[in-house]
């Protein structure tokens, strides 16, 4: 379960180009991925 939890984070920065995008606090994308979603 824990390499399944793994392989969905790895999954989803692919999709995202991009490790953590909504953890920068001064990032404006931020909104934008949380409208998107």
Same mark, same amino acid.
């Given at each position: 379960m %824990? =390499? #399944? =939890? @793994?392989n @969905? +984070? /790895? !999954? !989803? $920065?692919q999709? !995202?180009?991009?490790? +953590?995008p #909504?953890?920068s606090? $001064? $990032? %404006?994308?931020?909104?934008?991925i /949380?409208?998107s979603q």
């Amino acid at each position: 379960m %824990h =390499e #399944y =939890e @793994q392989n @969905q +984070i /790895l !999954l !989803l $920065s692919q999709t !995202l180009n991009a490790p +953590i995008p #909504y953890m920068s606090p $001064s $990032s %404006h994308n931020k909104d934008n991925i /949380l409208l998107s979603q």
